[in-house]
């Protein structure tokens, strides 16, 4: 395709930047004084560094369809509590990733990228706050039997909301290529203001496997780290304590999966 565009190389991107008239309209917008909320419009992860350090509210609506302007009216103007949660992770530019000619995943997606997301995986922001503590799981197990996880929220803000509790587990010491860490559960629940619950999870040994050196997959005897919390285990979060750990010790003979 013959596109002479900026960011563009034919017809295929070679900047996740948002145009840069758009940038340049929401600097003019900023320089008026005027609140601005950023509604991004968009079906896959944008690099927005500037709009994230200087725009006071961004929304992402992806592609909503016809009811999008009564939807976004209603986050707008307070009548909706949002609860979304990103399924991908948001990267300041292009120059954090492998090119996209490289087919490794070294250095993609939250389970292998190892540098600072402009926005991570599963993070998503409230009219109201939740506060995590008091998680729960077995110092040991037996490989091949179920682990019960269990924690609990409270809404410590003024009004309900929806929170998406998440699950990660990590294996610190396994050999090989390893995701950093890896959801293995979630939960959205609605709680009134001041309201607490108790949620539970249950790990099957599928979801405490690996898979060797000969791609089979297998539950092995040693360490397991498990976050629970509103999203991923970065050292901001769990510097913070919104992500919270325990650690379980898998005991036995390797137990094949598949």
Sequence with gaps: MKVDVEGFSGGDRTSIALPKVQTELLKVL???GKPVVFAMMTGSALGVPWEAANIPAIINTWYGGQATGTALADVLFGDYNP???LPVTF?????????????DMEGRTYRYFRDTPLYPFGHGLSYTTFKYSALKMPPSA??????TVSVEVQNTGKRAGDEVVQLYVKHPNAKGRVALHALEGFQ???????EK????????????????DKAERMEQAGQVQVFVGGGQPLKSALAAKQVLQAN?????????ID
Aim: proline content about 7%; cysteine-free; glycine content about 8%.
């Design 142 to 147: 037996p490989t091949g039997q179920p682990v």
């Design 30 to 32: 900023k320089s008026s």
């Design 83 to 85: 609860a979304g949660r």
């Design 91 to 103: 990267y300041k530019s292009e120059k954090q990733l492998p090119a996209f000619d490289n087919y």
């Design 197 to 212: 619950k108790t949620i539970q999870f249950t790990l099957t040994p599928r979801q405490l496997s690996l898979l060797n």
């Design 188 to 194: 959205r629940i609605n709680l009134k203001a001041g």
């Design 248 to 256: 379980v010790a898998l005991t036995g003979a390797n137990v094949m």
